[in-house]
Each structure stands twice: as C-alpha cells, then as structure tokens.
DNA sequence: TTGACAGGCAAGTGTTTGCTTGCATAACGT
DNA sequence: ACGTTATGCAAGCAAACACTTGCCTGTCAA
C-alpha cells in the first residue's frame, strides 16, 4: 500500500508538507499547498488523499476539539528505502551527475 | 512517471528479476516471475507493464533477432532516493528495529 | 517453404482512482 | 441560541488501470 499512495504527486506534496510542519489541520494542509506547492485540490479531495495515506500507514490523525491533526508516520517509508537497497549500487556509478542535474532541473 | 511505475508489485518483481540477470526476453522474465516470484501473469499483462517500465526511463528495450531484450535502467531511481532523503532522518531512530521486522518478515 | 517460436497491435472489460456535489454533524465564538 | 468554522459521509462520474481476447507480423530452423 504504501507504494500505491506514493505514486500520487499531491499525497507526495501533502508528506512533504508535514513534514515541514508536523500535525496539521485538513483547511492548513490545503492553504499550505495552494501557496506553497501551487495545487489547487479541494478539501474533499485533500481530506481523500489523507485517507488514502492513514491507511497506508505514513500519516496518523488525531482529534482536537474541532480540528483533525494529521501527523508524519515516517517508518513505513523505510520499505521503499528496503527495496530501494539493491539497486542503490547500480546507478551510484552515475549518481553525481544525475544529481547535479536534478538541482538544476527540480 | 517513477513513482506510479513502481506502485504495481508486479512491475516492483519485474524490476527485481532484471537486477538478477539483465537482458531478458519478455517470455524469459514471464517463466521466471511465474517460478520464482509465484506470479501468473500472462504474456501480454507483463508486455504492457513492461511498456509502462520503458515510458518511466526505468528499462530499456534492444531488438536482437528473435528477441528484444529487456534491461534495467536504475538510473531514474535516483529520484525516489532523492525523494526519500529528507525522511531518512525521521525514521532512523527506530530503523533498527524495523529494519529487524522487515527482516523476519519479508 | 512451411511450421514453430517470439512478440506486436488493437479492441473490449471490469475495477480502481481522483475528484466533485450535496447534505449532515460537531465544536466553538458571541 | 445561533451562526460560523472545520469536517464527515455518501453517491456519482469520467478517466485511468490491469488484464484478456483475437488476430497479425517477423524470425529462425528443418
């Protein structure tokens, strides 16, 4: 599961967001990535993709009066390290390059 | 492109068995899913995703008479273990452990 | 040259996904 | 008490996805 819900790019921005800021309400998450990430989702759809990641286990909510909290549960994202593992070696030989190109391409 | 390629397990093992032996045939890597990663996915199923594979950057494709070789190209991987940085140090504390988990429980 | 082998191409199908719309509910401020 | 704020819930919908089916195309070997 947790692969499926990184495929997403807007579940990707929502992570990046907590993790810029832990323990956001739904209404801040969507503010936040309208201005900061540029994404126009509405709430229902934000409030989805925050389903779609609690079930897989990488963000946990919790009630406050009247917000919901949503916080980073990173853990289960060391799977993807976990898998990421073997292949690390093969493409290291030109990951200097690559880099350098992705910083100059984000 | 990556990240939605590699939601698919089935993508995931045919990544994996290219790591095993590059250059495979698309019937070649059907027998060996089917055996050793218990899956039956049928010739056709397997040519697609192998298309997705090849539309991400992440196989690539040579024509060798009878065959087209398929072989891994782990450069584009480089972008989830960019993606992945930041949260490496969140989880890290209790990698260990985990790490451990995964480990009995693959 | 004919048959077997390796694979492509395209249409069809059932399910999932991402999102919207509309209404309901629960907590807070005044 | 009443309106506002923050959110849930459920139905609907178009597009994407994973897969199948059926037929067609090259390549090699005898």
Redesign the pocket.
């Known amino acids: 599961m947790v692969f ?1 819900a990184l ?2 790019p ?2 990707r921005a929502i992570l990046d967001e907590l993790t810029d800021r832990n323990g956001q ?4 998450i ?1 503010s936040r990535l309208a201005t900061k990430h540029g994404l ?13 990641l609690q079930a897989a286990g990488l963000v946990e ?1 919790s ?7 949503y916080a980073l549960r990173p853990e289960l994202l060391a799977e993807v390290d976990r898998w990421l593992k073997p292949y690390r070696a093969l493409w290291s030989r030109r990951l200097d390059t690559l880099e350098q190109h992705l910083e100059e391409n984000p």
């Open positions: 499926k495929a997403d807007t579940r309400a739904l209404l801040e969507c126009g989702s509405s709430r229902q759809a934000i409030s989805q993709h925050l389903d779609v909510m009630r406050e009066g009247k917000w919901r909290l």
